[in-house]
Structures are given as structure tokens and as C-alpha cells.
């Protein structure tokens, strides 16, 4: 009923930025809280950042001042920029949203994930 797509990982050298972007499509009749988590190798999935349809921001303790979140409520998408990336940010980027679909029912969607590299 509702998919989200993501769009922007890559490689990146350390003290270099990336842009991640993810849209919600599907039976939506309202998107609540967009947010972004990440899995790294071994390591449990973790909040990242979260914005609310108000955009209201939170924010992971490491990525504070370096990553910014930010959505398009017309549009259904959310987006980070990532400045500043360390090796630590290497993981999987996973896009999340609180939906409410057309029947009424609220539910919690997941991307497919996007892999962010940082090296040299």
C-alpha cells in the first residue's frame, strides 16, 4: 500500500557530504513523523534523525551539527544532508515513515535501504 524508495548513498571520503532522499507513494492520506535510522555490520538499526509533520527536528547525539533533516510535506519526502561524514556514519541508511493510508489505519513503513560508505 505504501512504498518508500530512497535515493542518494554512495562512497565518500572522510570530511566530504552526501544528500540521502526518500519519497512516500502509495495509498497515503497523511504522513506523521519522517525519520532516518542506520545498520551498520554487526550493530542494531538506530535513530539517526526524525522530523514531524510540524518539523520539529531530533537528532542523534553523533550526528548533531553535521547532519541536517528536513522534509517537503506537498511531496512526501524527507531528506538528510550529511556534512562532515566520518568513518563511523558507514552503514546502511534506512528511510522511515508513520503513515496513514486511505483505510484509515495508521502504520510504521520502512525503505529498502541505501549504503553510505566513508573511506579513503
Known amino acids: 500500500q505504501v512504498q518508500l524508495v530512497e535515493s542518494g548513498g554512495g562512497l565518500v571520503q572522510p570530511g566530504g557530504s552526501l544528500r540521502l532522499s526518500c519519497v512516500a507513494s502509495?495509498?497515503?492520506?497523511?504522513?506523521?513523523?519522517m525519520g532516518w535510522y542506520r545498520q551498520a555490520p554487526g550493530k542494531q538499526r538506530t535513530m539517526v534523525a526524525a522530523i514531524s509533520s510540524d518539523g520539529t527536528a531530533n537528532y542523534a547525539d553523533s550526528v548533531k551539527g553535521r547532519f541536517t533533516i528536513s522534509r517537503d510535506n506537498a511531496k512526501n519526502t524527507v531528506s538528510l544532508q550529511m556534512n562532515s561524514l566520518k568513518p563511523e556514519d558507514t552503514a546502511v541508511y534506512y528511510c522511515n515513515a508513520i503513515v496513514i493510508t486511505t483505510d484509515y489505519r495508521g502504520g510504521d513503513y520502512w525503505g529498502q535501504g541505501t549504503q553510505v560508505t566513508v573511506s579513503s
Open positions: 502509495g495509498n497515503i492520506v497523511s504522513v506523521n513523523e
